[in-house]
């Protein structure tokens, strides 16, 4: 019977979990789901924003799995350094397949990016999703008016929306108590989100766009100026359609405003055609972000005008892209960001590694939403399957469990998670809201214990 160990517990290890246990080919496959915290689900639970209820649901479905009876999650398990390097893990499993997505952001490049107050948008996320590495404090917005946000992708959108919200509208999610607090003592007026190039090529998806537009303390603005006409995409018939609606949905807030209509007391000012060049300090925090104007290129790019625009900020938040980190022992791609594959099947050398495979962000490098993981995954266990006759011959340990205990690892099983919801609706109701995320990794493994 062949044994599988799937490293991540995201939607890339659930699904290829999933597509393992769910077909019939190779009957009675068993998976051991591990995952570096003691919680699962990945970036379902620490990076949607904890005001997406409906994605975060997705989290009923990927539970569904890992309760199935030949799936076993396994959390508090790290892979990589000792002692479970990935040799040793494969000499427990037939096969390994590495689901562990992209976990560094990408960074600008630029003079200044390390001044007080400039940070990746993935650890503002990390911060506000209450993952256990993310310093308790690190965001205080009591001194926060403007806020720059650079990038147009789905998690600026998301950052920007956040940041735009009031304490009031985050108290019915699971974010921690502190991270309310500081949203309480938020004095942001201003969330500007700066594009590199036009309207028609922001990486966003309409839905999330549009939702700027319906919060209820924020109103958005979109400077006229900004919306010159693309050459390269003279006839918007050329446009892909999400880039078509998003130019719909950008340009209708571009319009006046009807008179009488509600003003929110924070404003989201949409800007285009300008790229970051210096962020700019004063006794080493940030004050403001150095724009150059672009313009459009005629191929879909832009390129520099010598006309400079600088825009205030006691924040800024880069949000250009997440970047795959090299897992330990795996080989690696440095360009790509991404494991080297052929179907899933890891190369080392050229050639497919025996019993070693990959899914998700770290296979395809980081795009797409949540349900591109499905094919993705399903194509890498569909190459496990098509190998199971030659993995089936590998030695591998009789009792992987007991072989990870040995090695001084105290794995979380399932029981230990649902002890851990259990806790955090505690807290939650001892604070009159519904479920809130215990934010620390002393908390969560207290938690976790048998009987906590
Ligand atoms: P992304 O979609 O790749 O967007 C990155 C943005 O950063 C682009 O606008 C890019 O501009 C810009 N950028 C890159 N380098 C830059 C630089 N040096 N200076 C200025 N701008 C720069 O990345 P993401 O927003 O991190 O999202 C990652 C993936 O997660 C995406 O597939 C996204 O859809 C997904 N996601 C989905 C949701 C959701 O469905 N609600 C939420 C969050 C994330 P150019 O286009 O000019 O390169």
């Given at each position: 019977?062949?044994r599988?160990a ?26 051991h ?55 040793r893990l494969l000499g427990l499993y037939?096969?390994v ?299 591998v340990a009789?009792?992987p469990?007991?072989a990870l ?48």
């Amino acid at each position: 019977m062949l044994r599988v160990a799937v490293v991540g517990s995201g939607p890339s290890g659930v699904y290829t979990a999933q597509s393992l246990v769910e077909q019939t080919a190779v009957p009675g496959v068993r998976v051991h789901v591990l995952d570096r915290l003691p919680c699962p689900y990945g970036l379902v639970r620490y990076g949607v924003a904890p005001d997406h209820e409906k994605i975060k649901s997705l989290q009923g479905s990927l539970r569904t799995v890992l309760e199935h009876e030949r799936v076993t999650f396994l959390g508090n398990v790290a892979v990589g350094g000792p002692p479970l390097t990935p040799e040793r893990l494969l000499g427990l499993y037939h096969a390994v397949v590495y689901c562990v997505g992209a976990a560094r952001d990408r960074r600008l490049g630029i003079p200044g990016e390390d001044l007080e107050g400039s940070r990746s948008a993935t650890d503002f996320v990390s911060w506000y999703s209450a993952h256990p590495d993310a310093p308790a404090h690190r965001f205080a917005l009591g001194g926060v008016r403007s806020a720059v946000v650079i990038g147009a992708g789905n998690v600026a959108v998301d950052v920007t929306r956040v940041l735009a919200r009031d304490a009031e509208e985050l108290r019915p999610t699971d974010v921690p108590a502190r991270v309310l607090a500081a949203f309480a003592a938020s004095r942001v007026r201003e969330v500007h989100m700066v594009a590199r190039r036009g309207p028609s090529q922001g990486r966003f998806t309409t839905k999330e766009l549009r939702e700027l537009g319906t919060l209820p303390a924020a109103r958005v603005a979109v400077d006229p100026d900004d919306l010159a006409p693309d050459p390269a995409y003279a006839d918007p018939a050329g446009l892909p359609a999400v880039n078509r609606r998003n130019v719909e949905v950008i340009r209708s807030w571009a319009q006046p405003r009807p008179p009488g209509a509600a003003d929110g007391s924070r404003t989201i000012r949409l800007r285009f055609h300008l790229r970051p060049v210096e962020l700019l300090g004063r006794s080493g925090r940030v004050v403001g972000v150095r724009f150059e104007r672009t313009v459009p290129d005629g191929t879909g790019g832009v390129r520099g005008t010598g006309v400079f625009e600088d825009i205030p900020a006691d924040l800024v938040l880069r949000a250009v892209g997440y970047r795959g980190a090299a897992p330990e022992g795996l080989p690696f791609d440095p360009v790509r960001g991404t494991v080297p594959h052929a179907a899933g099947r890891v190369l080392r050398d050229g050639a497919p590694s025996p019993g070693e495979y990959v899914a998700g962000w770290i296979k395809r490098g980081p795009s797409g939403v949540i349900g591109t993981n499905r094919p993705c995954a399903k194509e890498t266990a569909g190459s496990v399957l098509a190998d199971a006759h030659l993995l089936a011959r590998r030695a591998v340990a009789e009792d992987p469990l007991a072989a990870l205990r040995s090695w001084g690892l105290a794995p979380v099983g399932w029981a230990g998670w649902r002890s851990i919801e259990r806790a955090e609706a505690d807290l939650g109701r001892a604070l009159g809201r519904g479920p809130v995320k215990i934010p620390d990794w002393p908390g969560l493994l207290a938690a976790a214990e048998p009987g906590a």
